[in-house]
T-cell receptor, first 114, second 113 residues
Framework: SQQGEEDPQALSIQEGENATMNCSYKTSINNLQWYRQNSGRGLVHLIL?????REKHSGRLRVTLDTSKKSSSLLITASRAADTASYFCATDAVTQGGSEKLVFGKGTKLTVNP | DTAVSQTPKYLVTQMGNDKSIKCEQNLGHDTMYWYKQDSKKFLKIMFS???????INETVPNRFSPKSPDKAHLNLHINSLELGDSAVYFC????????????FGPGTRLTVT
C-alpha cells in the first residue's frame, strides 16, 4: 500500500542550524501532511500541502512538494532545542472498502543540541 | 481545554485479560480514529468512525472491538490480550473523513505481560 518514507531516519544538528527532512511516496496523492511527535506525546499536525501546490510556509517551517518525483521536504529554519521530536509525513490513500485514510511514514527523529 | 483526551494513559495487564481504552473529543468533529504505534514508531490505522458509523476496519483481529456511543466518543475494547498487543494506542479526530488534518490524543501505552 502507498506509504510515505522519511529520510533520514535520524538527524542530529546544533541549535540555530536548519534541518531538512524528506518524504518519498509511491502513488498519486491529493495532499500530503507533516506531523510532529514529541517524546511520549500524540502527533501534532504541522502543515498540509495539496497536490497542486509546490511550496508552503508556516512560521519557521517550509514544505515543498514535487509530484513528478513523488517527494516532499520539510525544512525547519533556525532550529531550537524545542524542535527535538520525530517528524512524520502522511499521505492519503483509499482502503479496500473505498474509504479515505492517512498513511504515515516511519518518521525522522530530529535532535537539536543546545 | 483538551481537544482529544484518552484514558488511561498507561495500562499494564496480563495476557488473557480484557481491557478498554476511552477517547473523547470536544472539537465537534464528525470522524474519529484509533491508531496503533509499535515500538519502532510505526503508526497504523486500526479503525475509523464517522458520525458513529464504522467506515474503516483495517484487518484488525476481532479481539479488538471499537464502540462509538456518540460522535464525540470512541472507545476501544480488547479481549484476550496478547503480548503482541503491547503498543501505544492513539485516538484521533478530524472535521470529516477523508484527508483532513487529524488531531491526536496523548496516547495510551499498553503493556501486556
Amino acid at each position: 500500500s502507498q506509504q510515505g518514507e522519511e529520510d533520514p531516519q535520524a538527524l542530529s544538528i546544533q541549535e540555530g542550524e536548519n534541518a531538512t527532512m524528506n518524504c518519498s511516496y509511491k502513488t498519486s496523492i491529493n495532499n500530503l501532511q507533516w506531523y510532529r511527535q514529541n517524546s511520549g506525546r500524540g502527533l501534532v499536525h504541522l502543515i498540509l500541502i495539496r497536490s497542486n501546490e509546490r511550496e508552503k510556509h508556516s512560521g519557521r517551517l517550509r514544505v515543498t512538494l514535487d509530484t513528478s518525483k513523488k517527494s516532499s521536504s520539510l525544512l525547519i529554519t533556525a532550529s531550537r532545542a524545542a524542535d527535538t521530536a520525530s517528524y512524520f509525513c502522511a499521505t492519503d490513500a483509499v482502503t479496500q472498502g473505498g474509504s479515505e485514510k492517512l498513511v504515515f511514514g516511519k518518521g525522522t527523529k530530529l535532535t537539536v543540541n543546545p | 481545554d483538551t481537544a482529544v483526551s484518552q484514558t488511561p494513559k498507561y495500562l499494564v495487564t496480563q495476557m488473557g485479560n480484557d481491557k478498554s481504552i476511552k477517547c473523547e473529543q470536544n472539537l465537534g468533529h464528525d470522524t474519529m480514529y484509533w491508531y496503533k504505534q509499535d515500538s519502532k514508531k510505526f503508526l497504523k490505522i486500526m479503525f475509523s468512525y464517522n458520525n458513529k458509523e464504522l467506515i474503516i476496519n483495517e484487518t484488525v483481529p476481532n479481539r479488538f472491538s471499537p464502540k462509538s456511543p456518540d460522535k464525540a466518543h470512541l472507545n476501544l475494547h480488547i479481549n484476550s490480550l496478547e503480548l503482541g498487543d503491547s503498543a501505544v494506542y492513539f485516538c484521533a479526530s478530524s472535521l470529516r473523513g477523508g484527508f483532513y488534518e487529524q488531531y491526536f490524543g496523548p496516547g495510551t501505552r499498553l503493556t501486556v505481560t
